[in-house]
């Protein structure tokens, strides 16, 4: 019993059972107690007797404090890291009315989902903004995170693909937390994971498929596509991972041949949440859309023509196919996908290609300056990225800790560092010191190679859809669909409904020789 009657409004509302509903379950099971029941579930081999110590209960305002007081240790530090997380402005307006807003963080996909089209349309307009960044026919709404995203593409091109080799390559390029999520997939689906340089270590002719890293970790930018020729002449495909803003700038995948694109969204708009989580984007080509992972928003139109949104090709799901689905219901990030979506819509084509140019401009000064010092860069070509050669590795992340700045350890003489959209001209100098080169001179040559410079359009106005029932319609090169919802949701399903018990009255009668469809 706590002195502390706050304390114990505090437990009632956040701890479910009542004393009396523990009594009840507790002779429900038939046992005396909670210690009884402990003993008899928990093995005595696995069990510490030691309690933590914790303190006494806390009041709700208590609790806070403590942790404020907590929390004030920490020392923040900026970070250049990259690797697939990027320091990101979350604009205000998606901050207090998406993240913040619980009418959206709360909610989850269900799985009679045509009531909700305010949010199928914002993941609509996600699927239109990736796969118009990637250069591909059409995306889902959204994948767990990049590693896995990676993964997922492995058994994708598998069941797709009419090869009957077990070996997937993977580019030594892609960043090592996606080669070690691809290996630990391939192991229970025997698949024989091949780590190297697409250049000099691909045989095509020897694996179903390859993963290619574009951006490379180390920031290394290279043409893909003589390696995803030669994969498709030997009859494998190809995916690629890369990065939606470098895609502003940069030849996309899908321009170069890939059959998969994938990647991480955490850098439009969502903050680093100490690593996550963060949406994973899929995109790929229309002839592998019933073997895609995660979930589709699809535009479609009700009995009185009026279109609305829901979700498409719903086979794949666990709660459908069973053991042979693809997806599951947690393979999306739902609100995170709304934000990154929100962010493209709210910077347009030309505010994100201002943001990328930018941080291309400082990554380029940052490599002029090292060069100028002396120091050799690992690549000749970036976006974003550059590996630098240094005398102590340890060293140069000492000194830059002592600025409150963490950077890249990639060996013991090769530092990386990773510029993003909150990077400043006064940051660039305090990275150039680091290093121990003279402060940056605007102008620096690109480091984007000759040739691949994006030259298609993104974003452009929506193009109407064609056909009646379009829930992956084919769309021009850089264009994308953004359906208006129907004005009373309730209408659509009431609708489909109809539609439903109608054919099933007509098959009944006899007027249909097949059963109707199943509907979405």
């Given amino acids: 019993m706590t002195s502390n009657p706050s304390a114990a409004s505090f437990v009632d509302r956040h701890i479910g059972p009542s004393s009396t509903d523990v009594e009840a379950m507790l002779g429900a099971i038939g046992v005396d107690s909670l210690d009884e029941l402990i003993d008899a579930a928990v093995p005595e081999i696995i069990r510490s007797h030691r309690l933590p110590d914790v303190g006494g209960p806390l009041s709700e305002t208590e609790a806070l404090a403590a942790l404020r007081k907590r929390a004030a240790k920490n020392e923040v530090f900026t970070s250049f890291i990259g690797m697939g997380y990027y320091g990101t402005v979350t604009p205000g307006v998606i901050q207090r009315n998406i993240l913040e807003n619980p009418g959206w963080y709360t909610a989850y996909t269900p799985y009679q989902p045509e009531i909700s089209q305010g949010r199928l349309e914002a993941l609509l307009n996600y699927q239109t903004v990736v796969s118009d960044l990637t250069g591909l026919d059409l995306a889902n709404a959204s994948l767990l995170d990049e590693a896995t995203a990676a993964a997922e593409a492995m058994t994708l091109l598998k069941r797709v693909g009419k090869s009957e080799n077990m070996s997937f390559f993977v580019d030594d390029g892609c960043h090592p937390?996606?080669?070690?999520?691809?290996?630990?997939?391939?192991?229970?689906?025997?698949f024989t994971v091949v780590v190297g340089d697409p250049e000099t270590d691909l045989e095509p002719g020897s694996v179903?498929?390859?993963l290619l890293q574009y951006p490379g970790t180390t920031g290394?930018?290279?043409?893909?596509?003589?390696?995803?020729?030669a994969l498709h002449a030997a009859g494998a495909l190809a995916a690629v991972a890369t990065d939606l803003l470098a895609c502003t700038l940069l030849t996309p995948p899908g321009?170069?041949?890939?059959?998969?694109?994938i990647g991480s969204t955490q850098r439009f708009g969502v903050p680093m949440m100490f690593g996550g989580?963060?949406?994973?984007?899929?995109?790929?080509?229309h002839d592998y859309r019933r073997s895609m992972p995660g979930r589709l928003v699809g535009v479609s139109v009700d009995g009185a023509g009026r279109q609305g949104l829901r979700l498409t090709l719903q086979t794949r799901e666990q709660h459908i196919r069973r053991d042979?689905?693809?997806?599951?219901?947690?393979?999306?990030?739902v609100l995170l996908a709304v934000m990154a979506g929100m962010y493209a819509v709210y910077h347009g084509p030309d505010g994100l290609t201002t943001i990328a140019e930018a941080v291309h401009a400082r990554t380029s000064m940052l490599a002029q300056a090292v060069t100028a010092a002396g120091l050799e860069l690992v690549n000749d070509t970036w976006f974003d990225t550059i590996a630098v050669r240094v005398a102590d590795a340890e060293e140069t992340l000492a000194k830059a800790r002592h600025r409150k700045i963490n950077l890249r350890q990639i060996d013991a003489r090769t530092v990386g560092v990773s510029v993003d959209e909150t990077t400043t001209d006064t940051y660039v100098a305090a990275l150039c010191e680091i290093l121990g080169a003279a402060s940056p001179e605007p102008g620096a040559p690109s480091g984007i190679p000759d040739g691949m410079r994006r030259g298609s359009a993104f974003l452009e106005p929506p193009v109407p859809v064609r056909d009646r029932d379009a829930p992956l319609p084919a769309k021009a090169p850089g264009q994308g669909h953004r359906p208006r919802p129907v004005d009373d949701p309730a209408?659509?399903?009431?609708?489909?409904?109809?539609?439903?018990?109608?054919?099933?009255?007509?098959?009944?009668?006899?007027?249909r020789k097949h059963p109707p469809l199943r509907p979405a």
């Fill in 177 to 190: 937390q996606t080669i070690e999520v691809v290996n630990t997939r391939a192991t229970p689906l025997g």
């Fill in 208 to 210: 179903f498929g390859a």
């Fill in 220 to 229: 290394r930018v290279r043409d893909l596509r003589p390696t995803i020729d």
């Fill in 255 to 261: 321009e170069m041949g890939a059959d998969v694109a």
């Fill in 277 to 285: 989580p963060h949406a994973a984007f899929m995109s790929t080509r």
């Fill in 324 to 333: 042979r689905a693809t997806s599951n219901i947690c393979t999306a990030q």
């Fill in 491 to 511: 209408r659509l399903v009431h609708d489909e409904a109809e539609r439903v018990r109608r054919d099933a009255a007509d098959h009944m009668a006899g007027v």
